[in-house]
């Protein structure tokens, strides 16, 4: 079977593909490309299927208990709906096929692991969890609930040194001289430069990353981004800045949590990582949850915890990042950042926008 490299979104596993792919046709996407993956002249992507395969067993009714039924499924639905290795324009149903093509041999001597439902072995092992897991033995939602009605700043629910493990896979740095934007709904009359920056502390009001009180800078990747984000009204004046960083920077990307590659850290975290597969993307919803009119300040407190803690984080004294960045919900495939401290940032000119037009796409509330 033939795959090419624009058939998985995982790093590690596209550069292999190009690394040992030929020219020819792909199976599962039917198109042609530089970097044809061949199962049956080359096994280098096995070992690493492998690695992922034997960390689950198949589900039997008579020997195991009925609450691994219900987080049992078929082994192509945890690659698709958890693990990331795939395009999104592979289907699931395409999946299955892949992996008894890349791993042959572990098809023959298990055909029960690709073809009934499995699950996760150390999902349901507490002692594990403890140590290991994200949240321990504890959901989002019950973090979401102790975090903002029971004990507010020193939740026992989730592990930070585990959280800090998957925060270094995301570290990503900017230069000096990168530019970025921040839009503010204003009068006919352009905002100065100098009133662009974050609200003085004292006005600092409770949003996704800070709370109240506590001065952050938010800035968006495009004009566009920020113009979505004020939620501007038809025919809004908008003053947008455009702010020059000062210095590197490092931030933590919380837009690549479903990204990490398993395939980058030691072998030995690999089943780590697959236990904390569905909550990391419990906070990656999070970050991109839609912010609405109804939202009570209490709604960002979960995130809030979140990102006082990645300002925490100190290696040799120094601060490890100095922002995070996330998703844009109002503007899809845009990002936003939330820096720490506002003067990494000078606003060096300001343009004032009219806001002409907007464009509403309704669908059925769920």
């Known amino acids: 079977m033939n795959f090419c490299e624009n058939c998985f979104a995982d790093e590690t596993l596209k550069s292999i593909v190009q690394a040992v792919g030929k020219p ?28 992922i395969l034997r960390l689950y067993q198949p589900y039997d009714e008579k020997k195991d208990c009925k609450e691994f039924r219900h987080k049992a499924h078929l082994m192509q639905h945890f690659i698709y709906e958890n693990w990331h290795l795939f395009s999104e324009n592979i289907r699931e149903d395409q999946i299955i096929e892949a992996l008894i093509a890349i791993c042959p041999d ?10 009934r439902a499995v699950y996760l ?11 290991h897991g994200l949240l321990r033995t504890k959901t989002w939602e019950d973090f979401n609930k102790n975090i903002t009605r029971i004990n507010r700043f020193h939740s026992n629910y989730i592990n930070l040194d ?7 896979y995301l570290k990503v740095r900017y230069t000096k001289g990168t530019p970025f934007y921040r839009s503010r709904i204003s009068g006919p009359q352009k905002i100065s430069p100098e009133r662009m920056g974050a609200p003085p502390a004292e006005k600092a009001v409770d949003s996704r990353v800070s709370a109240s009180g506590i001065q952050c800078l938010y800035l968006g990747d495009s004009e566009d981004t920020t113009l979505y984000e004020v939620r ?6 908008v003053s947008v800045g455009k702010f020059i960083l000062k210095e590197n920077i490092s931030v933590a990307d919380l837009t690549r949590i479903k990204d990490i590659s398993p395939f980058i850290m030691p072998e030995s975290d690999i089943e780590e990582f697959a236990v904390n597969l569905e909550q990391l993307e419990k906070l990656d919803g999070a970050m991109g949850k839609p912010v609405r009119h109804s939202d009570s300040a209490l709604d960002y407190v979960p995130t809030q915890y979140i990102a006082d803690f990645i300002k925490s984080i100190t290696i040799n004294g120094q601060q490890m990042f100095q922002g995070i960045k996330y998703r844009s ?21 300001v343009s004032l926008k009219q806001i002409n037009e907007i464009h509403y796409e309704i669908g059925q509330a769920k």
Not at 106 to 115: H, P, R, T, V
Not at 162 to 168: A, E, F, P, R, V
Not at 329 to 348: D, H, Q, R, T, W
């Open 106 to 115: 572990m098809y023959e001597n298990n055909m029960d692991l690709f073809n």
């Open 329 to 349: 919900v109002m503007n899809s495939g845009g990002f936003n950042l939330a820096i720490f401290e506002p003067s990494l940032f000078k606003c060096n000119e």
């Open 232 to 237: 501007a009204a038809k025919y809004d004046f």
């Open 162 to 168: 585990i959280l800090q493990k998957y925060l270094t």
């Open 24 to 51: 020819g046709k792909c199976d599962l996407c039917n198109q042609n490309a530089d970097y044809v993956y061949d199962t049956e002249s080359n096994d280098t992507l096995t070992a690493y299927f492998e690695q």
């Open 121 to 131: 072995r150390r999902r349901f092992d507490s002692k594990y969890l403890m140590n």
